[in-house]
T-cell receptor, first 114, second 110 residues
């Protein structure tokens, strides 16, 4: 398996623009996580899905952020409109459901909002 | 809600020495998993070791071991015989939701 695939790897956008980050989980995994990593806040869980259903989105910072998982092999994280403070590395991770399985991370998307 | 606390922002160790990275957790769940990940300067997240809440023995994976003290709610990572390549950020995490601590930066010198 190719692992968790995120695209794009780097994104530079202007403030106010819509940004869409994409994630393809490992085939067969039924849990998917989105994280944001910054120096100030560390690695924050934004939202996670089990079997394509959002379970906990309490980490989503505000209404400008939305995440979807239309099927088991694809998820998106959208920011609209983007702001400079959204600049961060965004990670997607996937795993089998359950407390005893490790999650595998994608390479991350480095987002810069200017 | 689940929470992870890592109180050591940075740790320094010499090659071949052992080092312990601290992690305490808080959860009201009876069943949970504890994980350690490594993030080198290249940025990828690498899974190191797992401990289940019902596991009676401490987990070990090569040079990594997890010192699990359930009553104290601690899950410290022990790296034996440190190597230069161990220099990285180390994160402790708890699952169900896979919440991470702030991390500890480990620097290994020769």
């Amino acid at each position: 398996d190719a692992g968790v695939i995120q695209s794009p790897r780097h994104e530079v956008t202007e403030m106010g623009q819509e940004v869409t980050l994409r994630c393809k989980p490992i085939s067969g995994h039924n849990s998917l996580f989105w994280y944001r990593q910054t120096m100030m806040r560390g690695l924050e869980l934004l939202i996670y899905f089990n079997n394509n259903v959002p379970i906990d989105d309490s980490g989503m910072p505000e209404d400008r952020f939305s995440a979807k998982m239309p099927n088991a092999s694809f998820s998106t994280l959208k920011i609209q409109p983007s702001e400079p403070r959204d600049s961060a590395v965004y990670f997607c991770a996937s795993s089998f459901q359950g407390v005893n399985t490790e999650a595998f991370f994608g390479q991350g998307t480095r987002l810069t909002v200017v | 809600a689940q929470k992870i606390t890592q109180t050591q922002p940075g740790m320094f160790v010499q090659e071949k020495e052992a080092v312990t990275l601290d992690c305490t957790y808080d959860t009201s769940d009876q069943s949970y998993g504890l994980f350690w990940y490594k993030q080198p300067s290249s940025g990828e997240m690498i899974f190191l070791i797992y401990q289940g809440s019902y596991d009676e023995q401490n987990a070990t994976e090569g040079r990594y071991s997890l010192n699990f003290q359930k009553a104290r709610k601690s899950a410290n990572l022990v790296i034996s015989a440190s190597q230069l390549g161990d220099s990285a950020m180390y994160f402790c995490a708890i699952r169900t939701a896979l919440i991470f601590g702030k991390g500890t930066t480990l620097s290994v010198s020769s």
